[in-house]
């Protein structure tokens, strides 16, 4: 495993991170499902624990997944491990008609911060970030006031912002013009390359970058199929519709997976390994359900040649275009 800096902070995180969104299990708020299906207790641990074993030191969560579960789970199996980073995000909770509610005042953050460290069995989170808030929150600033009174506090070393997915720039800016923060969260894969600009100037002024959604739900991966079917309580089952499908698996065929042979690695493998050919990114967070989804994450990372990451690069404009407009509007 390598390990790169995260940002200007005094954090060396593990290249690739488990994303804990999947073993946080079913959850339903409202009639909206918010997880990626069931999870198994003792396999999530077991998977834990191989990632340890991988040398993985960074672990992401947040108090909404699964409502609580995936952090108690980190709880339960890192508790305060020194040497171990927690990453986790606030803002968003179930409220009072049973529906998601966002919520960014400062003492909901406060208090949600003292249940997260309850949950995590933890003295201080090492990361916490704005769980996709927007510019109404953050100039409404009690987010901001909320996190650095934690942070001054001790209960969180270091803090920022998970970007939104389609239009990540107006909040990214605000943070950059104000000197807010130590770190981002983003979305950033093969296929959705919009936040790149923004990789690049947080870098230069010392922010630590999480890529997320590194496989795009599981399509760059190579598992999924046309004929691939979503439980209904698995998220993907209204994002991941069959004409998304169809167009994502075209443009892998022609125009990607020929150089899984070149480099003598895998769909997962390629995807991650286009991620981290910019030293700018801190860590990837793919999501782990299995001891095996570790080894596939971990063991066929590769270094692309500078060619092959600029054609890679370019296929977001000439052929993924259509597809981002497709997945903005499904949601």
């Known amino acids: 495993m390598n390990y790169r800096a995260f940002g200007n902070t005094n954090m060396q995180v593990s290249e690739i991170g488990f994303g804990t969104w999947a073993i946080g299990g079913s959850a339903n708020v409202g009639g909206v499902e918010i997880g990626w299906g069931p ?4 396999v999530s641990i077991a998977s834990i624990h191989a990632a340890l074993d991988a040398g993985i030191n960074f672990f992401d969560t947040a108090d909404f997944y699964g409502l609580g579960h995936s952090e108690n789970l980190l709880g339960k199996t890192l508790a305060n491990k020194k040497d171990i980073l927690i990453a986790s995000k606030v803002g968003q909770r179930i409220g009072p008609d049973g529906k998601i509610q966002i919520d960014y005042t400062k ?47 001790g209960k969180i070393r ?64 190579g598992n999924i199929q046309p004929t691939t079917v979503f439980a209904a309580d698995d998220h993907r089952s209204y994002r991941l519709v069959p004409g998304i499908i169809e167009k994502v698996i075209t443009i892998l065929e022609d125009h990607v997976w020929q150089l899984l042979e070149k480099y003598q690695t895998t769909a997962a493998g390629l995807a991650l390994s286009y991620i981290l050919s910019y030293k700018e990114v801190s860590t990837v967070i793919p999501g782990i359900r299995t001891p095996k989804h570790v080894a596939l994450n ?34």
């Open 39 to 42: 999870s198994d207790d003792a």
């Open 298 to 331: 971990t063991n066929h990372i590769v270094a692309l040649e500078k060619a092959d990451q600029l054609y890679l690069r370019q296929l977001y404009e000439t052929q993924w275009q259509h597809v981002m407009q497709l997945m903005e509007k499904q949601g």
């Open 107 to 153: 003492q909901y953050i406060i208090d949600a911060c003292e249940q997260s460290l309850k949950r995590l069995k933890r003295d201080t989170i090492d990361f916490h970030h704005l769980h996709v808030a927007r510019m109404t929150h953050l100039e409404n600033g009690e987010c901001i006031e909320a996190m650095q009174q934690l942070q001054v506090q």
């Open 158 to 221: 270091y803090w920022g912002i998970s970007l939104i997915t389609f239009n990540p720039f107006p909040e990214a800016d605000f943070f950059f013009n104000n000197n807010f923060g130590n770190g981002f969260q983003l979305v950033f894969n093969l296929i959705n390359q919009k936040a790149l600009p923004i990789v690049e100037a947080a870098a230069a002024k010392g922010y630590g970058i999480i890529a997320r959604m590194p496989l795009q739900f599981g399509l760059l991966s």
